[in-house]
Nanobody, 128 residues
Framework: VQLQASGGGLVQPGGSLRLSCAAS????????IGWFRQAPGKEREGVSC????????YYTDSVKGRFTISRDNAKNTVFLQMNSLSPEDAAVYYCAADPHYCSAYGWINPQGYDMSYWGKGTLVTVSS
């Protein structure tokens, strides 16, 4: 099983980045995928989730209207388009998979305590 996040980097405030999460080794379209982030000295935060079929998406309040999650089940990949980035968005971003992380019924456990699989993170730095 492998989840690989990529696409991080240095961006100026107000800029955009698109993160990708490539998955292998499990039945991808059975799993909801979440994006998480952790900044130095802060707890891990659930940023967004997309349900297994892609029909339901959820966002933490601080990124609503700026971030968009999507998935391509044919390519076993989930994306996180991040616009209007601010220094508060700087963190290591991780993707993780679990069949029940979110669904049409809601995003019950944003913190992601029971995720099945985790990937290594990608660093997002927002600075002028």
């Amino acid at each position: 099983v492998q989840l690989q996040a990529s696409g991080g980097g240095l961006v100026q405030p107000g800029g955009s980045l698109r993160l990708s999460c490539a998955a292998s080794g499990f039945t991808f379209d059975y799993y909801a995928i979440g994006w998480f982030r952790q900044a130095p000295g802060k707890e891990r935060e659930g940023v967004s989730c997309i349900s297994s079929g892609g029909g339901s998406t959820y966002y933490t309040d601080s990124v609503k209207g700026r971030f968009t999650i999507s998935r391509d089940n044919a390519k076993n990949t989930v994306f996180l388009q991040m616009n209007s980035l601010s220094p508060e968005d700087a963190a290591v971003y991780y993707c993780a998979a679990d069949p029940h992380y979110c669904s049409a019924y809601g995003w019950i456990n944003p913190q992601g305590y029971d995720m099945s699989y985790w990937g290594k993170g990608t660093l997002v730095t927002v600075s002028s």
